[in-house]
């Protein structure tokens, strides 16, 4: 009897925890990871290097409650299609593991908390930003545009552009140039980062007749687009370092280093459009691309770099104008 009813107890107990991870899954979680770090690199931007632990803990679990909504509501919006790829198959609602009707509901909740956490914490602007996220993914890009459109994620990947306005708005409570910029250098890398992934699964989205750039237009015309989006998303970072001086040159160094290898990869896929390793190797790479290039805005935030940058510009306003200066006198 008491061995009944300790397996029960087991039994419970294990079902519990995977009511939880499939909650957990359903909110696609690693991309909401990425989502934060390009928040709190805004907010570190936005305070230069001195910004309140508190306020960063806040914004970010108000912006992760926000990207869990959204993602949520995609699956929710997407079962369909999900439970015929092969790669999707498996998630919460297309297996059966969660009803569509508890997606909403957890979804739902999820957006109030967010909205809630983020206007008594943080401030309104903050709040409306992350809301706005939320409605931009779900309406313009999981319900008009990504079954309709090649340039779905051209458009839609302005939502995913969102989370740094949050982080600036959260800080100093209005947008400047600085936001605006981070937010022009995801929307650039989005197309890069996702049509890289689109050609070597292109088969998959022909299947669902999801018509992604890839399946149209074909591998050649993708590493295209990819390759002039990289080359306009590339000056575009520089400009936090000038003419908006939010960063310095030692994020500058970090963005030239990150962008060089960003460059190196989409040319090769141009050479190559046919070869899906060097596809799947920039999808990769596109990520680990924009984590660093962030952590390349943080650390250069930090008042110990302060000191460095000053001396670094000061060192190279001489030496251009020594340059200038023979140039001249030659
Ligand atoms: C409309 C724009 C975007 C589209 C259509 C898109 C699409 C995708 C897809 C289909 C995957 C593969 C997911 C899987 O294997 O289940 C992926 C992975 C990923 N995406 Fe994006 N993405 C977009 C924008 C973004 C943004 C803005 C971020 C963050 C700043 C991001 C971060 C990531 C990360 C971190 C992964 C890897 C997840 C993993 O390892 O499982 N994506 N993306
Ligand atoms: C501020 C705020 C709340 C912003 C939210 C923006 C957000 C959640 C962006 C995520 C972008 C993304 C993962 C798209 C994948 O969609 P997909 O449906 O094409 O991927 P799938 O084929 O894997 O389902």
Known sequence: MQEIINNNAQRHHENFWQVVKSYYQLTKPRIILLLLITTSSSMWV???????????????????????????????????????MERTRHRPLPSGRIQPRDA????????????????????????????SGIVFYVLIYTHWLKRHSTQNIVI??????????????AVTGDLTWAPWVMFA???????????????????EYAEVNVPMLPV????????????????IMLPATFLLVFPL?????????IALWLGGIFALKAWQLLKNPDDQDMARGLFKYSIYYLMLLCAGM???????IHHFNTVLAENMQ??????????LGA
């Open 46 to 84: 936005a305070a230069k290097g001195e910004v309140d632990p508190l306020l960063v803990l806040v914004t970010v679990t108000g912006g992760a409650l926000a990207a869990a909504a959204a993602n949520t509501i995609n699956c929710l919006y997407d079962r369909d299609i999900d439970y015929i």
């Open 104 to 131: 909403l509901i957890f979804a739902i909740a999820l957006a109030a908390a967010s909205f809630t956490l983020l206007t008594t914490f943080a401030n309104l602007l903050a709040a409306l930003l992350a809301m």
């Open 156 to 169: 839609g990947g302005a939502a995913g552009a969102i989370p740094p306005l949050v982080g600036w708005a």
């Open 185 to 203: 250098i995801i929307f650039l890398w989005t197309p890069p980062h996702f049509w890289a992934l689109a050609m070597y699964i292109r088969n």
């Open 216 to 231: 149209i237009s074909g591998n050649e015309t993708t590493a295209y687009q990819i390759w002039l989006y990289t080359l």
């Open 245 to 253: 001086q939010a960063s310095g040159l030692v994020y500058g160094a």
């Open 298 to 304: 943080v650390v250069d935030s930090l008042p110990v």
């Open 318 to 327: 001489s030496l251009i104008g020594g340059i200038i200066g023979t140039i």
